[in-house]
């Protein structure tokens, strides 16, 4: 793994010049245009702007979820610095298991495990060996309180497939969280949630990012939440453009 500290300065994910194109019959179609980009530990910056404007495609890759044609995706771990855009794909597995909270709208559960072991196999994924006790016990707490902080205490021991989209939702975000990551990705947290829920979304959001220094990445519809991000860019034909509230507003 690479160790670039120099040209990643103070940010804790640091994209330059970032161009990723996809297939598209003959020709190519770029969703990101030479994006250029930094984020502070437990700074929130939102992603907005129209449909198909490529900001999926930049979660995706500040993520470590897909490689861009071109240009670094320096990303600062507890174990050092590494550029997302050069590793492998079992070392991008393994960064995002350990160190990247990713929540995308309909990500996967397993519909035989329940809410609170959909959190507890984040934690257990990872591990080769047999799980001692003590941890098991110490993971099902975390999955217990991190449940009730989305509001779903109630809802722990229930199924996928018994849960509505937006408990499915809350439970994504939970699960994010359960490695404490150093960087958190969320694609339009609250599209399926009522006004107070979807607030209530974004506090937790928020205080995770603040409390545990994770470098966050929120794509929101929802103008009115862009007052407590402390950055808000726009991404227009795949370019992005730092955007004031005011002109959003
Ligand atoms: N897997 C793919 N294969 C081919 N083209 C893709 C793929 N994913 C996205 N695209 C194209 O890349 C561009 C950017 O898509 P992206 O999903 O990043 O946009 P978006 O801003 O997130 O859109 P929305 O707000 O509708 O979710 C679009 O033109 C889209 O059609």
Do not use: C, W
Request: charged share 25%.
């Amino acid at each position: 793994m690479s160790h670039t500290n120099t040209r990643i300065g103070e940010s804790a994910l640091s994209l330059r010049d970032v161009t990723l194109t996809y297939p598209d019959g003959q020709s190519r179609v770029t969703a990101l245009d030479d994006v250029s980009l930094d984020v502070a530990a437990g700074e929130i910056a939102a992603v907005t702007g129209p449909s198909g404007s490529g900001k999926s495609t930049l979660l995706a890759v500040a993520g470590a979820l897909v490689r861009p044609d071109r240009g670094s995706v320096l990303f600062r771990m507890p174990s050092g610095v590494a550029d997302l855009a050069s590793l492998g794909r079992r070392e991008a597995s393994r960064v995002r298991r350990e160190h990247i909270g990713i929540v995308f709208q309909g990500s996967n559960m397993v519909s035989s495990l329940t809410a609170r072991e959909q959190l507890e196999a984040m934690v257990h994924l990872g591990q080769r060996l047999v799980v001692p006790a003590s941890v098991r016990r110490r993971t099902r707490e975390r999955a217990l309180e991190l449940l009730d902080a989305v509001g779903l205490a109630d809802h722990a021991n229930k199924r996928s497939n018994q849960l509505s989209g937006g408990q499915r939702q809350r439970v994504n975000l939970a699960r994010a969280l359960m490695n404490s990551p150093s960087m958190l990705v969320v694609d339009e947290p609250t599209s399926a949630l009522d006004q107070e829920r979807g607030a209530a979304i974004l506090d937790l959001v928020v205080s995770v990012a603040r409390e545990q220094d994770a470098a966050t990445l929120l794509v929101t519809h929802d103008l009115r939440h862009l007052d407590r991000m402390d950055s808000v860019y726009r991404v227009v034909d795949g370019r992005l453009e730092a955007a004031s509230q005011a002109a959003l507003a």
